[in-house]
Antibody, heavy 121, light 106 residues
Framework: EVQLLESGGGLVQPGESLRLSCAAS????????MSWVRQTPGKGLEWVSA????????YYADSVKGRFNISRDISKNTIYMQMNSLRAEDTAVYYC??????????????WGQGTLVTVSS | SYELTQPPSVSVSPGQTAFITCSGD??????ACWYQQKPGQSPVLVIY???KRPSGIPERFSGSNSGNTATLTISGTQAMDEADYYC?????????FGTGTKVTVL
């Protein structure tokens, strides 16, 4: 059974940093790209960042480029999101999501339960 | 940046068919997928690669994609289908979600 378990959310002040983690199990972790997707309370979904199975390639939404950094530790079956220079508009529930196919179209077949990040003074 | 537009809301009577559209420039040239999200829950994939259903998703969910519009169809809508629905596309690097549609079963 595929499981994705996020952690690391919390309340921080504007300009501060936070690191999210997502522990994965139930599939061959190194074969699948992973993403972070966020959702502002009461609003829609926004893709934030993706990392390839090997970790060699990363992609970011323009809204976080230069501030957020995605990484993965294959030995720990975990991905991370280092979030720096946080802003009020980064307040959201952050989901970890698994790409559905090793190769081919990008869609997410499994999602974690989400972790809430609140940026406020 | 690429945008996917959905109607904010769709209402449907139990047992009837709900159509949820997703519009984007040349969307039919790529694959679209759909997620269902109920209050307080994580999104669930209901359609991928335009029209494929993941294991465990009822047959009443179907999808199509052509031209500038992808459509999610819920046939014989049930009360349990009341939820927010999001379309999503991928350009081999980045992902884009639609604006979301609240489906109300009344």
């Amino acid at each position: 059974e595929v499981q994705l378990l996020e952690s690391g959310g919390g309340l921080v002040q504007p300009g501060e940093s936070l690191r999210l983690s997502c522990a994965a199990s139930g599939f061959t972790f190194s074969r699948y790209a992973m993403s972070w997707v966020r959702q502002t309370p009461g609003k829609g979904l926004e893709w934030v960042s993706a990392i390839s199975g090997s970790g060699a390639t990363t992609y970011y939404a323009d809204s976080v480029k230069g501030r957020f950094n995605i990484s993965r530790d294959i030995s720990k079956n975990t991905i991370y999101m280092q979030m720096n220079s946080l802003r009020a508009e980064d307040t959201a529930v952050y989901y970890c999501a698994k790409k559905g196919a090793v190769a081919g179209p990008g869609y997410f077949d499994y999602w974690g339960q989400g972790t809430l990040v609140t940026v406020s003074s | 940046s690429y945008e996917l537009t959905q109607p904010p809301s769709v209402s449907v009577s139990p047992g009837q068919t709900a159509f949820i559209t997703c519009s984007g420039d040349k969307l039919g040239d790529t694959y679209a997928c759909w997620y269902q999200q109920k209050p307080g829950q994580s999104p669930v994939l209901v359609i991928y690669q335009d029209s494929k259903r993941p294991s465990g998703i009822p047959e009443r969910f179907s999808g199509s994609n052509s031209g500038n519009t992808a459509t999610l169809t819920i046939s014989g809508t049930q009360a349990m289908d009341e939820a927010d629905y999001y379309c999503q596309a991928w350009d081999s690097r980045t992902y884009v979600f639609g604006t979301g549609t609240k489906v109300t079963v009344l």
